[in-house]
């Protein structure tokens, strides 16, 4: 009787009307602070990507080694930490969770300048992982209860912003620093440090206190439409996904297969300049990061823009329909910059590549938020998060790093790797989120039905 009461038809009857909305300040206020989080995070995740070729050179490691560093033993806890404490976002208070979570992910960056081996670095990044993993889920729950459906993809455009901000910051300031410090040994407390261990240093100090900053100023908002106060059992989550699972397996296998093909681009796009067009990160850096801050937030507001025009005029598969549109641009021109031969229409074609995955961004959150009943959001946003950041970050930089190690056999051939990737991930994740579009427009239909009839 307990899982009939809480199932999906249920949770729809009690559509969230009556409940009033945070303040209009300070919600946008928390959602920018949330992305905020996600800049942090972007630069102390994903400084590590610039950082690659001098971290092989000091630590003596190969391509598949520096892999399971980026991206595995991130990952790897991620999962371990992240899917068991998701429940944690529906029952327990959200904003202490992210500004706690902020400042510990920050303390590991900085420590990581202490590291004499790969294993010290892999636990590092293992407790960075362990942190960051606690802020998507929590976060995403946050927003959803602070705005009405209506302004959820400006707000998922936001909170995308923010990755997307603080990718272009880490380019450009860990750039900067690497060209800065220029291979030199710093003593620092009597300890010599390379140039990439003061990089770690520098970068993740200022967490401390924006993770105090979020602590003080975010308001924790009221939980809207739960069909119960109880904390649920896993199982309902489970049942649910079960019964919804025309939509929810096409959505997050395809989610994760995209996030393979974007990771594993990503993670070796600075090593794949500096060794087939000899561009050093010092200079690529900073000329991706500049890009990266003026274009990224054009192509997430264009998709907020789509999304939400798309939406108003009664296109119940908006969400979807938004992030098949930023794959279908994306991965021709992924593809295409990384086979012409010129150094500058690479970097062009990948910077475009980079704004069609803006488009898409405030889609693929929001559609996931649509069809997710509140009691269940923390725990299935955790879910999603797990997919493309453990499956994702994880297995794409290595499976690039098996292609070029064991199937090319040559660190040159980077590129024709980071294209197997592209198109055997990439192509099957956009086709996945084709066969999700007719389930998810048939779930948004019935959720605004029983809104409207509440």
Known sequence: ??????????????APVAERFPAKAAAWWAVWMIALANALDSVDRGGITLLIEPIKRDLHLSDTEVSLLTGFSFSLFYGLIGLPLSRLADTSNRKRIIGGVMMVWSVATSAIAFVQGFWSLFAMRGVTGSAVSLKGPNGLSMISDQLPREKLPTAMAIYNGGVSVGAGFTSIIVGMLLGWFGGKVINVLGIPLHDWQMVFLIIGTPGVVLGLAFLLTVREPARRGRATTMRLPLLEVFRYLWRERPIFFPFIVGSALL???????????????????????????????????????????????LGQTWERRGDTGAMIKLSILGSCLSLPLTIASLLVPDPWWAFGLSIAATFGIGISAPGAVAALQNVTPNEFRGQISALYLFTIGVIGGGLGPTIVALFTDYVFHDEAMLRYSMVVVTVIFGGLGLWLKFVCLPPYKERVARVIAAERAG
Do not use: K
Not at 1 to 14: F, T, Y
């Open 1 to 14: 009787m307990a899982s009939e009461a809480i199932g999906p038809d249920s949770v729809e009857a009690s």
């Open 259 to 305: 996030q393979i093909e974007a990771y594993g681009v990503l993670q070796w796009r600075y090593p794949f300049f500096s060794r087939t067009f000899g561009w050093g990160p010092a200079f690529i850096g900073p000329l991706t990061g500049y890009a990266t801050l003026i274009l990224t937030p054009v192509g997430l507001g264009i998709g907020a823009w």
